[in-house]
């Protein structure tokens, strides 16, 4: 059974850091693509970034870029979100959400996700 | 950027009634790399739909897609009481990977 687990999340202050990790099980991890969806509260779902299967692309929502940065460790099964420099606007909802079976660009298995709020 | 828009905004039926969504793309998603998610209050997003009209595994029937270029739909042919959810379309033919705004789909 696939299963993906989130953790990290919390409370921080403006400017900054968290890092989101995402625990995978079921399947295996290095043969799919991987990545990070949030959603503010009472909002809709946003792409922030995802990788591949080997880890050596990556891809970022404009929003992030240079900010967060989405890497793998392929022996432990696990995903992270290293996210820097934050705002307001980044509280949300982060999920890590796995690559699909037949197109790895859509995910079929996502984690109940983990709340990153920043304030002051 | 590929901006998404859904519309409506909200769809208010009944069970049994027929229910279309609509998801239409600033620009062409070329090979149709669009996709359709289910979402619960509370619960992380589902996949129904790849590639414009393919299924994701476990879907019911009564879920199908279809479009295009820049217009793209989801049809519920007859609604059940778990289909009452919001629903996302995605496009992933470049990144940013961008999602509609999303409809509601509420029971009348």
């Known amino acids: 059974e696939v299963q993906l ?17 995402c625990a995978a099980s079921g399947f295996t991890f290095s043969s799919y693509a ?9 909002k ?34 696990t995903l992270y979100l290293q996210m820097n420099s934050l705002r307001a606007e980044d509280t949300a909802v982060y999920y890590c959400a796995k690559g699909s079976e037949k197109q790895q660009l859509v995910y079929d298995y996502w984690g109940q996700g983990t709340l990153v709020t920043v304030s002051s | 950027e590929i901006v998404l828009t859904q519309s409506p905004g909200t769809l208010s039926l009944s069970p049994g009634e027929r229910a279309t969504l609509s998801c239409r793309a600033s620009q062409s998603v070329s090979s149709s790399y669009l996709a359709w998610y289910q979402q619960k209050p509370g ?14 595994t476990g879907i019911p029937d009564r879920f199908s897609g279809s479009g295009s270029g820049t217009d793209f739909t989801l049809t519920i042919s007859r609604l059940e009481s778990e289909d009452f959810a919001v629903y996302y379309c995605q496009q992933y033919v470049s990144s940013p990977r961008t999602f509609g705004q999303g409809t509601k789909v509420e029971i009348k």
């Open chain 1, 5 to 21: 687990g989130e953790s990290g999340g919390g409370l921080v202050q403006p400017g900054g850091s968290l890092r989101l990790s």
């Open chain 1, 34 to 42: 991987m990545g990070w969806v949030r959603q503010a509260p009472g």
């Open chain 1, 44 to 77: 809709g779902l946003e792409w922030v970034s995802s990788i591949s299967g080997s880890g050596v692309s990556t891809y970022y929502t404009d929003s992030v870029k240079g900010r967060f940065t989405i890497s793998r460790d392929n022996s432990k099964n």
């Open chain 2, 43 to 56: 619960q992380a997003p589902r996949l129904l739909i790849y590639g414009a009209s393919n299924r994701a």
